[in-house]
């Protein structure tokens, strides 16, 4: 049993982090999702829009993947690879080479997989935004 182990926020869920936990589950026969929880998020800066609750009911609405732990600090994935006992963690290749990352090849596999371009959390927001803008200026003509 090849356990997968992920971290996110996985806020809006969107195409992009569909394929991240596709290419994830492909990897191995188990695949775990560290959640990142509210607070955790505001230390990496980050206000989600839906909360931890919603957040982990989305991702265990998806096939890819079994199980949701939270994510409460940077310092844990030592702790969740040997709890989980965990083959590969895995991350989008935003994060290839990351400090937060390379020092758990000491304990397990460590892979990046393909980043889909052109979608984001923060390009949606932005997005949505934009044009509640416009239609204001165009209800306002
Ligand atoms: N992702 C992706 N393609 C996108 C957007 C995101 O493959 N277009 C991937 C990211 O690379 C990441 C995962 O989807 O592996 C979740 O992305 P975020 O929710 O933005 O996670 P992040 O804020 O990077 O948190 O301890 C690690 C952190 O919790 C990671």
Not at 28 to 38: A, E, F
Not at 52 to 61: F, M, V
Request: proline fraction near 1%; charge should be negative; aromatic fraction near 12%.
């Amino acid at each position: 049993m090849k356990i997968i182990l992920t971290y996110g926020t996985f806020d809006l869920l969107h195409y992009g982090h569909i394929r991240l936990l596709k290419q994830a589950k492909d990897l191995g026969d188990y695949l775990i999702v560290g959640l990142s929880t509210d607070e955790f998020n505001e230390k990496k800066g980050k206000k989600s829009y839906y909360n931890y609750a919603i957040r982990k009911e989305l991702l265990e609405a998806i096939k890819y993947v079994d199980s949701v732990i939270p994510e409460e600090c940077w310092e844990q994935k030592i702790e969740d690879i040997k709890k989980y006992h965990v083959d590969t963690v895995v991350m989008g290749s935003d994060w290839a080479g990351s400090d937060q990352f390379e020092y758990l090849r000491d304990y397990c596999n460590v892979e990046f997989l393909h980043r889909t371009e052109g979608i984001s959390t923060t390009q949606i927001k932005e997005e949505l935004h934009d044009s509640k803008k416009i239609n204001k200026q165009k209800v306002l003509k």
